[in-house]
């Protein structure tokens, strides 16, 4: 089971938050709804402290994910900053695959080759672009671990 | 299995035990005594952030977020080169081993329990130890290089 998805620019904003807990994908009444609230933030600062903390203890290395009791969050963080997030079930394998596939097959075609999209996300703008919206949802609820 | 650090913390966050086996050629850089605490006091923090971010379907209502963190705090960190497991015993202290990717949960789980059980017959047991204070027991330190041997 997928939880939810979030995006973070290098400026540590949330850019795209997308929640698959409590309503199915159908409705697209959770996107980017968690954007400013305090979640997000504890999210942020949780994975920046554990990824600061894992290239302290070793040189040039990268988290890749952690895990509680009841849920697991995989990570993957770009070279241009953007941090990208899902959480998921705690017996859920590895979701590197998937962030990828999100990162670059859609992320690139949709919003950076895309003109209308903003180079860098100023405070306050998320990711409104349907066909990224579908796309991440198409990706996400197609892959074995979404139930 | 290979066993690179091992931190104990108090119930605090304070760091009480810190030790790393084989130094030279474990990958694990050498920090200073200060940033040995600053790494023990981020985990610890991150341990009780990431409980109050469970997802809000995996518990009931009624649950606060206070509660037991044994059952919904941070348990694993997996990075590239290694693995972290925090194991949180009922009283607070807080037992975390750095080992090499590949090590099953199962076996690092067995190791922190083991250290515990060491930790406490040779210092729970040492009638000049202070609780919470930092160890420095020699027998404690000699079981436990024996342990992180063996496993």
């Excluded at chain 1, 997308?18 to 409705?27: I, M, W």
């Excluded at chain 1, 990828?100 to 895309?114: A, E, F």
């Excluded at chain 1, 405070?123 to 579908?134: A, H, L, P, W």
């Excluded at chain 2, 966050?13 to 790393?20: K, T, V, W």
Aim: glycine share 6%.
């Amino acid at each position: 089971m997928i939880y939810s998805f979030w995006i973070f620019d290098r400026h540590c904003n949330c850019i795209y938050n997308r929640d698959f807990a409590q309503h199915k994908p159908a409705s697209k009444d959770t996107v980017n709804r968690n954007n400013d609230k305090d979640e997000a933030k504890l999210l942020f600062g949780a994975i920046f402290s554990m990824s600061r903390l894992s290239s302290k203890l070793s040189d040039g290395n990268v988290l890749q994910s952690f895990r509680t009791g009841k849920y697991k969050a995989h990570l993957k963080e770009t070279a241009t900053g953007l941090r990208f997030i899902l959480i998921s079930d705690s017996n859920v394998g590895d979701l590197s695959g998937l962030l990828n596939q999100l990162y670059s097959d859609l992320y690139l075609n949709t919003i950076v080759k895309n003109g209308l999209s903003p180079v860098d996300f100023k405070e306050g703008m998320v990711i409104k672009n349907m066909s990224f919206i579908n796309g991440a949802d198409e990706l996400i609820t197609q892959n074995g671990d979404f139930i | 299995m290979k066993v690179l650090s091992l931190y104990l913390l108090n119930k605090s966050g304070g760091l009480i035990y810190q030790r790393d086996f084989n130094p030279e050629s474990n990958g694990i850089n050498k920090l200073s005594s200060n940033d040995y605490l600053i790494t023990a006091g981020t985990l610890h923090s991150i341990h009780a952030i990431v409980a109050g971010l469970t997802p809000p379907v995996l518990y009931p209502i009624q649950e606060n977020q206070t509660g037991n963190q044994n059952q919904t705090g941070l348990f694993q960190v997996e990075t590239e080169k290694f693995n972290l497991f925090i194991y949180q015993t009922l009283t607070g202290l807080k037992i975390i081993s750095i080992v090499q990717k590949g090590v099953s949960q199962e076996t690092a789980t067995r190791f922190m329990a083991n250290v515990h059980s060491i930790y406490s017959d040779y210092v729970m047991k040492n009638p000049f130890y202070t609780l919470d204070m930092p160890i420095k027991c020699q027998l404690f330190s000699n079981k436990v290089l024996l342990l992180s041997e063996a496993s």
